[in-house]
């Protein structure tokens, strides 16, 4: 089984950043992908940004040119570099990774960007 623990949200202001990083545990080989995923209030949860196996990523447009997604050489902890927040932004962050064809889930951490 896989534990994931989330951590790095809290209150910014627009134009500031926040790190996020999500910390996998447990019996991990060849995770297919690592991901973030947001939900504002009232909303479904949206990709944010995703790598795969091999490196590749993928971000909403939303994100682009702000968000990077990256994560250690261990394959085993990701991180979401948000730079240039906006209020629109506000939303609770998930991280989730696929493995062994199960998905699992962070706890969420909030992210709140005032004007």
């Known amino acids: 089984q896989v534990q994931l623990v989330e951590s790095g949200g809290g209150l910014v202001q627009a134009g500031g950043s926040l790190r996020l990083s999500c910390a996998a545990s447990g019996t991990i080989f060849g995770i297919a992908s690592m991901g973030w995923y947001r939900q504002a209030p009232g909303n479904q949860r949206d990709l944010v940004a995703i790598?795969?196996?091999?490196?590749?990523?993928n971000y909403a447009d939303s994100v682009k040119g702000r968000f990077t997604i990256s994560r250690d050489d261990a394959k085993t902890t990701v991180y979401l570099q948000m730079n240039s927040l906006k209020p629109e932004d506000t939303a609770v962050y998930y991280c989730?990774?696929?493995?062994?064809?199960?998905?699992?889930w962070g706890q969420g951490t909030q992210v709140t960007v005032s004007s």
């Open positions: 989730n990774v696929r493995y062994d064809s199960t998905r699992y």
């Open positions: 790598i795969f196996r091999g490196g590749n990523t």
